[in-house]
């Protein structure tokens, strides 16, 4: 026989986490209480070096564990004093910067001079040839752009442009005057070839109009939108019902986009509206997109359609045909307007898993039929009203639940705050 069975009570759960303990469920605070106290331990031990040994470069007096003393031990070119280390430099070829104890070992320059064993820098050499008067000779040399004249031994060679009139495959510059030469030479050539335009004509086509054609040597060709247009406010089918006709079909009002050729896409189909300005003016207001029709971009594709702004559908019902819908709301409200959790009886949601309706599964608010109020849900194949197995509720109330017209597998939390309230802890409602 079905029953209600505790299955967790408040003094079930302990305040302290014990070793061997395995009748009783820790609380989260005393688990984390635990685990800081274990940390601490970890952390808080302090130790004692024991034994000093000097390494590589250094020198031990005393013993390893009795005032040991380790000194740095000096090289060639380094003197381990007191309170330094110093480097030894020979004062001619290396120096210090510095010799306040901030100084660094840099290579000791001169300019250059006979007899000079400083070492000398770039520049210095340079100096030092520029002063003897060699300043080099350039050799003759000729390119496509410029030419190079011998200079003296001593003096400044002359540079000239190479120029050369502009044909195909010439890599010499050309001056304005031989480019202007080039092209004019062109358009000579072209003179004869001028032709006569004998008429034009323009066909303004349907609902435009067009007066002062053809034009056969000057004059001027107006098209006129047809006056209907101008003052058109709305736009309908093909409509030829008199008084007289009966259950007669209207026509049908078509909407097409540019009509594109082999795999090019086609032009999309866009509704606009006057927007509203934020101030009162006689400006007018920019118009903006308010839906958009766009073109399928493949083969046998489907066309996608944007509403740019809210949509709001009333009827009796709403059918989406979609493989893939997306809702970026965080959350649905159902039963909108109840008001009540009796008037929300049986709101939810179904899962089509079998052709009987009511068998279907199912997660639904039920007030009523489960004997206490809760969520019920249900696995696929059990009758619809309280099916004997696949069905959980979850509620919670203020003494112990005693009503049997509850599905296997109920729970019911009692925190028993009511009369008579009993023990608190979480019930299952099993076999």
């Given at each position: 026989m079905a029953d209600w069975k505790r299955v967790l009570l408040e003094t079930d759960i302990t305040q302290t986490v014990t070793d061997g303990n395995t009748t009783t469920v820790p609380s989260e605070d005393a688990v984390e209480a635990a685990i800081a106290t274990a940390v601490n331990g970890l952390t808080s031990n302090v130790g004692t070096v024991t034994s000093v040994t000097a390494g590589d470069g250094m020198t031990q007096s005393g013993t390893s564990t009795v005032d040991p003393t380790l000194n740095v031990v000096g090289g060639d070119g380094i003197t381990a004093n007191a309170d330094e280390i110093e480097v030894t430099v020979d004062g001619t070829t290396i120096e210090l910067s510095a010799s306040n104890g901030s100084g660094a070992v840099r290579a000791k320059t001169a300019t250059v001079a006979d007899g000079s064993a400083a070492l000398a820098t770039g520049d210095q050499i340079y100096d030092f040839v520029i002063a003897q008067g060699y300043t080099g000779a350039v050799d003759s040399g000729t390119t496509n752009q410029l030419t190079v004249a011998d200079g003296a031994a001593q003096g400044?060679?002359?540079?000239?442009?190479?120029?050369?009139?502009?044909?195909?495959?010439?890599?010499?510059?050309?001056?304005?005057?031989?480019?202007?030469?080039f092209v004019t030479g062109i358009t000579d050539n072209l003179s004869g070839a001028d032709g006569t335009v004998t008429s034009v004509t323009v066909d303004g086509g349907a609902n435009i109009t067009d007066t002062g054609g053809p034009i056969t040597t000057s004059g001027t060709i107006t098209l006129n939108l047809d006056q209907n247009l101008l003052s058109m406010v709305s736009m309908s089918g093909v409509n030829g019902a008199t008084a007289n006709d009966t259950d007669l079909t209207g026509g049908d009002l078509t909407f097409t986009g540019g009509i594109s050729t082999g795999t090019a896409i086609g032009g999309d189909i866009f509704f606009k509206a006057s927007g509203v300005n934020g101030s009162s003016n006689m400006v007018a207001n920019a118009?903006?997109?308010?839906?958009?029709?766009?073109?399928?971009?493949?083969?046998?594709?489907?066309?996608?359609?944007?509403?740019?702004?809210?949509?709001?559908?009333?009827?009796?019902?709403?059918s989406i045909d979609v493989q893939t819908l997306t809702v970026e709301d965080k959350s649905i409200l159902l039963a909108d307007g109840a008001g009540s959790a009796a008037s929300a009886d049986l709101s939810g949601m179904y899962v089509d898993t079998t052709s009987t309706a009511i068998n279907r599964a199912n997660f639904l608010w039920a007030d009523t039929n489960l004997g206490v109020a809760g969520w019920q849900m249900k696995d696929d194949g059990g009758i619809g009203t309280t099916p004997s197995m696949g069905v959980a509720a979850l509620t919670k109330g203020t003494a112990e639940p005693t009503s049997n017209v509850m599905p296997t597998g109920a729970m019911f939390y009692n925190d028993a705050t009511g009369t008579g309230g009993g023990t608190k802890g979480l019930y299952l409602y099993i076999d």
């Open positions: 400044t060679p002359t540079l000239s442009i190479v120029t050369a009139a502009v044909a195909d495959g010439e890599t010499a510059l050309a001056t304005g005057d031989q480019i202007y030469d118009v903006e997109t308010t839906m958009k029709i766009a073109a399928p971009t493949t083969a046998g594709g489907d066309s996608v359609v944007t509403i740019y702004g809210d949509l709001v559908v009333n009827g009796t019902s709403s």
